[in-house]
């Protein structure tokens, strides 16, 4: 296992443009975030799923925003209509429990202009 | 907000030094982790403590973990310049981790 996978690693879009992010987690884990970064700031929790269920989505993803995981393994996180706002690092977790140690793939970095 | 407080935000300091950074909350927490972040990376993990008193050392990294599991501190032992990098720790809320803003350490050679 290569551990979690995320694609694509930059992405430059035009405001008002939709992009799409892909994570593959670690296969045995269940358990499968999406967390968000900005400079100077760490990790801040967008939603989560366990198997292919999304369980929690935090008020930060606005209705722009949507995920999915539809087999319970590969996931993908969507924004619709960018706006510069949503420049930032966007990051992929997977783990088997929800306290114990999350495996972080090493983000797409989204540039809006 | 953040719901966990990192302190020092920034720390500068020269190769062979000591160093303590910390983590601190109102809220209790069933675990507590430290990752380190290195720049257009993610987050990995270093350490994850359960039990209020928990100390572990990883090689010249001492991680303590409060006797009310509200706060945490992280030691190192004569710093290198492969320690540079952002220190986040993380607390298990319900479902998910919850992150503290980290502490950017640079070790000057």
């Known amino acids: 296992d290569t551990g979690v996978s995320q694609n694509p690693r930059h992405k430059i879009t035009k405001r008002g443009q939709n992009v799409t992010f892909r994570c593959d987690p670690i296969?045995?884990?269940?358990?499968l975030y999406w967390y968000r970064q900005t400079l100077g700031q760490g990790p801040e929790f967008l939603t989560y799923f366990q198997n292919e269920a999304q369980l929690e989505k935090s008020r930060l993803l606005s209705d722009r925003f949507s995920a999915e995981r539809p087999k319970g393994s590969f996931s993908t996180l969507e924004i619709q209509r960018t706006e510069q706002g949503d420049s930032a690092m966007y990051l992929c977790a997977s783990s088997s429990t929800h306290n114990y140690g999350y495996t972080f793939g090493s983000g797409t970095r989204l540039t809006v202009v | 907000t953040q719901l966990l407080e990192q302190s020092p935000q920034f720390l500068s300091i020269q190769e062979g030094e000591n160093l303590t950074v910390y983590c601190n909350s109102s809220s209790v927490f069933s675990s507590l982790q430290w990752y380190r972040q290195e720049p257009g990376e993610g987050p990995v993990l270093l350490v994850t403590v359960v039990t209020g008193g928990e100390v572990k050392k990883l090689k010249r990294l001492t991680f303590q973990f409060g006797d009310a599991r509200k706060d945490s501190s992280l030691h190192i032992t004569a710093a290198q310049p492969g320690d540079t990098g952002l220190y986040l720790c993380a607390g298990a809320g319900n479902n998910d981790m919850r992150f503290g803003a980290g502490t950017r350490l640079t070790v000057k050679p």
């Open positions: 296969s045995e884990h269940n358990r």
